[in-house]
């Protein structure tokens, strides 16, 4: 099957310095792709190239298996982290503004059912609460029926009921077998919504795959967290526990086993906190910093 977005030893040099080295990922047609990495890693100038907006040092973007060309521009939706919406115009202007820019559109009821826009969709711009105006800029994005949607950080400011509608959007997007590939800083956003995920960090991919394959190759514990003074000394010590600033950490293989032993000591299980690793434990464990520093 051939890919939906193809990136082949892409590079880009900035006179002495190189943001992008030899960058190479496919995007299967239908996923969410999560492009992940803190700002400087190269995530950004990787998309850009992607989109067309600059050029590659070296390498190439492949579009099902073709070079990219003019027409691409018809053929992907991108809504960018900031964008500036006209002041005076009503939502409803706004779409119709941006349609004019293309040949082949969606129908504008389809696009207010899509992305929830009927209840501010006569609203001035100047009055969108975040939210509301995420939900345009994705609408704007989509207005060309795009086969291929960019999203740069979408859901940055927003608060967490917002994200999570927002999210429902994507999902529904995506259940229309159209290819979304996504940069965020959240790691539970890339947990719900991506299929895969590229790691990047100074230039280079670190790691790839999906979110459970990466998890399961580099994590097999499970920590328990128990406040600091539950937990004698002598027990942390001859278990090799980690004392944390308030609390302690134990490393689990057997979360059962690791309890029932606990209780066995006579260790009060108040404010006992169990947590998997997650996306951000992967990054901090292969780069020694947090992905959202």
């Known amino acids: 099957m051939i890919a939906a977005v193809s990136v082949q030893s892409l590079s880009k040099h900035y006179k002495d310095v190189c943001a992008v080295d030899k960058v190479s990922f496919d995007v299967q047609q239908g996923h969410c792709f999560g492009l992940l990495g803190p700002n400087g890693a190269g995530k950004t100038t990787t998309i850009e190239i992607m989109e067309g907006i600059i050029s590659a040092t070296s390498g190439q973007v492949l579009y099902q298996g073709l070079p990219v060309d003019k027409q691409m521009s018809q053929q992907i939706g991108i809504q960018f982290q900031y964008t500036a919406l006209q002041d005076f115009l009503t939502v409803k202007e706004t779409l119709n503004l ?31 609460s975040g939210g509301q105006r995420q939900r345009l800029l994705l609408a704007l994005a989509l207005i060309n029926d795009p086969k291929i949607l960019f999203l740069d950080e979408p859901t940055t400011g927003l608060d967490p009921h917002a994200r999570r509608n927002f999210w429902k959007l994507i999902k529904n997007i995506k259940a229309q077998n159209k290819t979304i590939i996504l940069t965020t800083h959240y790691m539970d956003e890339a947990e719900q919504l991506c299929d895969d995920i590229v790691i990047m960090d100074q230039g280079k991919i670190i790691a790839a795959g999906t979110p459970h394959q990466l998890l399961a190759k580099h994590f097999e514990d499970v920590f328990i967290y128990l406040p600091l003074a539950q937990v004698s000394n002598e027990l942390v010590t001859a278990h090799g526990w980690t004392k944390l600033a308030d609390r302690i950490e134990i490393a689990s293989k057997n979360v059962e086993q690791t309890l029932t032993l606990l209780m066995g000591q006579g260790v009060s299980l108040d404010g006992l906190h169990v947590k998997s690793a997650n996306l951000d434990d992967l990054f901090l464990k292969l780069t020694g910093h947090s992905l959202q520093a």
């Open 98 to 128: 941006f349609a004019s820019f293309y040949q082949h559109t969606l129908a504008q009821e389809q696009l207010i059912e899509l992305c929830d826009l009927s209840e501010f969709i006569n609203r001035d711009n100047r009055l969108l």
